[in-house]
């Protein structure tokens, strides 16, 4: 696997180096369009609706359209508004694991320790494990602000982005406004059925027979040499180093906690705390923030696609 991101996983004083990867791929077999004539392949173009012209993604702006108005957005446009380039993963709160609704988790990725020592790493999973918690965190990869939950799969931190609120709909139908009498037998019954097909979840037992018969065929289309010379019919066409360093741990739990608890008795902001809390840390807090300007300094390595042309303008699948 290669490390999409790298930054820092922070919470109070403590900061956790880390690199991220895509803990998930797509198995389907990727298909695209020919020509049943000659099996040439076909390719969308980005046609302007207008002038009718093949437009280079050079020349390709993107735009909202509110149904009646179309407002255009150049790049000098977009690159003007206030991205996050943070290279900190920053927790902002730990909650019970059962508050975070499984409707609302998105993508999921890998946390891996990126420092000389993986110590503060492995606390805060076995952190997580014995107080079953769920951290929520707040990021920024690839210019989008997101919200995730750092959770443990094993022996690893995952990360698993979070849909915002207003990006889940609201399940109204209008039949369960009904009121349904269910009686104890009917219970009894369906309750003997889930027993029947009772047992204990493997993934592994279940496999996408669509995909493998897809594969199967193509096997088969390939042996008895039904296939055409790919150079002939499609053409030419173009399609690390470690984190900071080792920082005081206890010192800088230390700290964050008694910041964390002046700020709750109501004896200042959390900036009126913060002094004292560096001031106990020592030098610990000087090799966190050096930890931090190693970790924002690394470029990130990003697997981002190229950038998708207009809506009608479908780039070739």
């Known amino acids: 696997m290669r490390a999409i991101w790298k930054g820092a996983l922070t ?49 390709i702006d993107k735009a909202y359209d509110d149904g009646e108005r179309t407002v255009v957005l150049t790049k000098e446009d977009l690159d003007s508004l206030p991205a996050e380039k943070s290279r900190e993963i920053d927790v902002v709160e730990f909650v019970p694991t059962e508050q975070v609704d499984l409707l609302t988790l998105d993508r999921a990725y890998y946390l891996e320790p990126d420092s000389a020592s993986p110590k503060a790493y492995v606390l805060l999973r076995k952190t997580l494990e014995q107080t079953d918690r769920t951290a929520i965190v707040r990021f920024s990869l690839r210019q989008k602000t997101r919200l995730a939950a750092l959770r443990v799969r094993g022996d690893v931190l995952v990360l698993q982005t979070l ?29 003997s059925l889930v027993d029947s097909f009772a047992a204990d979840f493997d993934p592994s037992e279940f496999s996408d027979e669509y995909q493998d018969e897809l594969r199967i065929l193509i096997d088969a289309k390939l042996e008895k040499g039904d296939a055409l010379d790919t150079t002939e019919t499609f053409g030419d066409h173009e399609e690390e ?8 741990l206890m010192e800088a739990l230390r700290a964050s906690v008694e910041r964390s608890r002046a700020a709750r008795s109501g004896g200042g902001k959390d900036s009126a705390s913060k002094p004292a809390a560096k001031s106990s840390a020592g030098s610990s807090s000087t090799k966190s923030a050096a930890a931090k300007s190693t970790a924002k300094k690394a470029p990130a390595k990003s697997t981002t696609a190229k950038k998708t042309p207009a809506k009608k303008a479908a780039k070739a699948s």
């Open 11 to 59: 919470f109070g004083l403590v900061n956790v180096p880390v690199k991220v990867y895509s803990a998930t791929e797509d198995h389907d077999v990727p298909l695209h369009q020919v020509h049943n004539k000659d099996g040439g392949r076909i390719r969308y173009q980005r046609i302007c609706e207008i002038d009718g012209e093949v437009v280079p993604y050079v020349d």
């Open 163 to 191: 849909l915002w609120a207003d990006e889940v709909r609201e399940a109204a139908f209008p039949a369960l406004d009904e009121p349904v009498r269910i009686s104890a037998k009917e219970l009894e019954m369906s309750a």
């Open 241 to 248: 180093s470690t984190g900071g360093e080792v920082i005081d």
